[in-house]
């Protein structure tokens, strides 16, 4: 199928499969807790850069689930009875979440020119358009995250229970989409950037995975590194060193060929129809499109 934008998603996920069933329209349409709880505390977070640091937490994230809500509206989306039952529960953890975040990284953001929150980027590569959204973009006037003075800073805020390894990162396609769009694509900026509209930045930016998680405090005795890189013991209450929340990679510009390679590739599966089956034990489980897809031991639906 020819599609007018690749978006990141269909290039990304771990399982061409489940975009198949997603552009057919074969989903369950179901918001797991996962998927929920992502969404809220992604859109809380966005909702303090767009407001200010002296966002009320609490507030911040009631406005961030109401959003949530008419956004899982408009897909068709509606609510597990896992979220359902467990709401109140999430709204404390992830409100937790806001403070913290709020308390830690304050004075950093506040040091660096925000370009945007869900800024649309686009990119063309060998007659295929890409589209996508950043989560958040910055540029780091100050330094203050020590890759540079003046340096574009990516972040993608995270909500899952695993920490990425450096491994991951290396070869993770999101990101290294995001990179491209910013060298070579084109990035619609907020007025608060001092530009308006698309614009090139022909700049190598740093792509940070910012672990929400890794913002509460540690719920038991843990022994773990430090931001030195020492092995120190952690109470219970704890903050998590900030090496457990950000998580960065520079891609190397010599790599931006086979970056492409990888991108043209599924491109051209995705025209060519080509999904193949790429089963997880977890995954397939909780994915909306499973009752949809292939399987040895029974009819399809």
């Not at 330094?143 to 805020?157: I, P, T």
């Amino acid at each position: 199928m020819r599609l007018a934008e690749i978006h990141s998603s269909e290039l990304t996920s771990s399982c061409l499969r489940k975009v198949y069933h997603r552009l057919a329209g074969e989903t369950t349409g179901e918001a797991t807790t996962a998927l929920y709880r992502g969404l809220v505390a992604g859109r809380a977070v966005e909702l303090v850069h767009q407001n200010g640091f002296d966002s009320d937490p609490v507030e911040t994230t009631i406005v961030a689930a109401a959003d949530t809500h008419k956004t899982l509206a408009v897909e068709g989306r509606i609510l597990s009875s896992a979220v359902e039952t467990n709401s109140q529960d999430i709204m404390a953890e992830i409100t937790q979440v806001v403070i913290a975040y709020i308390e830690r990284f304050r004075e950093m953001f506040e040091s660096c020119t925000l370009i945007g929150t869900e800024v649309p980027c686009r990119l063309t590569l060998d007659g295929f358009d890409y589209a996508s959204h950043i989560d958040l973009m910055v540029r780091d006037d100050q330094n203050v995250f020590g890759y540079g003075k003046g340096k574009l800073l990516v972040f993608d805020w995270k909500y899952r229970e695993q920490q990425p390894s450096y491994h991951y990162l290396a070869r993770n396609m999101q990101f290294s989409l995001y990179y491209l769009m910013v060298k070579k694509g084109s990035i619609m900026c907020e007025p608060s950037a001092g530009d308006m509209g698309w614009v090139e930045f022909g700049e190598e930016p740093i792509l940070i995975w910012l672990h929400l998680p890794s913002l509460k405090p540690y719920g038991r005795k843990v022994v773990s590194k430090n931001d030195r890189g020492v092995e120190t013991e952690y109470k219970r209450g704890d903050l998590r060193p900030i090496r457990s929340i950000l998580h960065s990679v520079e891609y190397n510009s010599d790599q931006d060929d086979a970056i492409e390679l990888e991108l043209r590739m599924r491109a051209k599966m995705i025209e060519n129809d080509i999904f193949p089956l790429n089963p997880d034990p977890v995954s397939c489980r909780i994915c909306d499109a499973e009752p949809f897809c292939t399987r040895f031991d029974l009819p399809q639906l």
